[in-house]
């Protein structure tokens, strides 16, 4: 059954960002005592104020004193001097700010600037690893635009014949992947990766991209995200969009998209899980054939999907995305017969 639904407005539950903090103070008890009068450490242990627009889950983790404090900034990004400070601080704090980076700018601003009043001495964010002295941190945050958010949270990554980013789940955007490398690699990932976070466009297999007018477009397909697995801060729940060869033409893009409800990855998932043992792909198919569908605005399926904090498996490409993650998902256990199903075997075993 088909049925079609109009865009309309979601909220972005499931985005966070993971701030991991160095700071001056030995305990949430001496942060509270330094904090600016504005700002407070409520009973559930939140960090919140009044006019700041969100409430941050907050712990504090000591210095285990073995140079790990260091070593989590040293990527070059903090001279020597910081990473001696950083590697000295008594904790650090970890803060999760429910939201995107771009969205809540100007409410992370305010709470890092109390904060670094407080003692903090820098900021990482754990999507992708990437962080900065304070001032460094600061400088950034209070730019607010998608060059200076982008550098603060994502980084990218070379191998021998590729290269992609990390951390663009801090704006519940997919992350980037091209086969290049060095400087022209880099040229694809950030104007991609900034095209997203200024434009917010929206994506799918078969669409090209481009850096400039002068560039061949390369066709992108969206694949779910497997470098880092699933409840790791890094993995990217949006998934990875990969840049293929240069080529001219695209693939036409439907008006309206499937969307599975259930979705797609959780039904395979139940079935898998029901059946005790991998799916073949015959019965993938036939699940995906059989599933119930919502015809959708893009648009509509985007803030669904950043409502719920994950991309589905693209339906046409099913086998491929399924397989992709089926290494990462833990082994299916064979169902457990309840005592009324083994009583009945048993009185058949008895029968003569």
């Given at each position: 059954m088909v049925r079609?639904?109009?865009?309309?407005?979601?909220?972005?539950?499931h985005t966070c960002v993971t701030l991991f903090v160095p700071t001056a103070r030995k305990s949430l008890k001496d942060l509270a005592k330094k904090l600016p009068k504005a700002f407070r450490i409520a009973a559930d242990g939140a960090l919140e104020a009044d006019d700041l627009g969100l409430r941050a889950s907050l712990h504090f983790e000591p210095n285990p004193e073995d140079g790990s404090f260091a070593e989590a900034f040293s990527f070059g990004t903090c001279s020597d001097e910081d990473l001696a400070l950083i590697d000295s601080a008594p904790g650090a704090l970890v803060l999760e700010l429910p939201g995107e980076l771009h969205s809540f700018q100007a409410a992370i601003a305010k709470l890092t600037h109390a904060l670094h009043q407080a003692g903090a001495i820098a900021f990482r964010i754990e999507q992708s690893k990437a962080g900065y002295s304070a001032a460094t941190w600061l400088k950034l945050i209070d730019d607010g635009g998608p060059h200076a958010l982008y550098r603060l949270a994502v980084i990218g990554l070379g191998g021998q014949s590729e290269a992609r980013t990390i951390g663009m789940h801090a704006f519940s955007c997919p992350d980037v992947e091209i086969e290049a490398t060095g400087a022209e690699a880099q040229r694809w990932l950030d104007s991609f990766a900034l095209y997203q976070i200024a434009e917010d466009p929206l994506l799918g297999s078969g669409q090209t991209f481009a850096p400039d007018a002068e560039t061949q477009r390369r066709v992108m397909e969206w694949w779910?995200?497997?470098?880092?697995?699933e409840g790791h801060a890094c993995h990217n729940p949006f998934g990875v969009l990969r840049l293929g060869p240069p080529a001219t033409n695209?693939?036409?893009?439907?008006?309206l998209r499937m969307n599975f409800v259930p979705p797609l990855r959780a039904l395979l998932?139940?079935?898998?899980?029901?059946?005790?043992?991998?799916?073949s792909d015959d019965e993938v198919l036939s699940l995906r054939d059989q599933g119930?569908?919502?015809?959708?605005?893009p648009g509509a399926?985007?803030?669904?999907?950043?409502?719920?904090?994950?991309?589905?498996?693209?339906?046409e490409r099913v086998l491929e995305c399924w397989h992709a993650i089926e290494e990462s998902l833990e082994p299916p256990a064979p169902e457990e017969?309840?005592?009324?199903?083994?009583a009945d075997e048993a009185e058949e075993a008895d029968e003569p």
């Open positions: 079609r639904m109009a865009a309309t407005p979601a909220a972005r539950a779910p995200d497997t470098m880092y697995p695209g693939r036409p893009q439907a008006k998932e139940a079935a898998r899980d029901k059946k005790g043992a991998a799916l119930v569908c919502i015809a959708m605005e399926v985007r803030e669904l999907e950043r409502s719920r904090g994950y991309v589905d498996l693209d339906a017969a309840d005592e009324a199903e083994l």
